[in-house]
Nanobody, 120 residues
Framework: QVQLVESGGGLVQAEGSLRLSCAASGSIAWINLMGWYRQAPGKQRELVATITRDGNTKYKESVKGRFTISRDNAKNTVFLQMNRLEPEDTAVYYC??????????????WGQGTLVTVSS
């Protein structure tokens, strides 16, 4: 069993910053792709950013230059540094990981979600 625990959401004013964290625990051999998604009220879940095991990153166009994804492979943790936040960034943020377990089976795992609210 693999579980993800997120932290770091909250209420912030526009132009402020937040840092999200997501730590994996359980039967883990290694973690391939890590990512952050978000879902705003009444909208579909969308990809925000991803990072490969060797550090290659991709971003949603609207967050480029404001958000930075990073990871700590030793701690099975992914981070999302969010700067210059905008009201349009308000959403529940979910982390996602592609995990190879110790029995060498693969599983995709989601965090429980953390709410980010940006006030204008």
């Amino acid at each position: 069993q693999v579980q993800l625990v997120e932290s770091g959401g909250g209420l912030v004013q526009a132009e402020g910053s937040l840092r999200l964290s997501c730590a994996a625990s359980g039967s883990i051999a290694w973690i391939n792709l890590m990512g952050w998604y978000r879902q705003a009220p009444g909208k579909q879940r969308e990809l925000v950013a991803t990072i490969t095991r060797d550090g290659n990153t991709k971003y949603k166009e609207s967050v480029k230059g404001r958000f930075t994804i990073s990871r700590d492979n030793a701690k099975n943790t992914v981070f999302l540094q969010m700067n210059r936040l905008e009201p349009e960034d308000t959403a529940v943020y979910y982390c996602n990981m592609g995990v190879t377990r110790r029995d060498l089976t693969y599983v995709e795992v989601w965090g429980q979600g953390t709410l980010v609210t940006v006030s204008s």
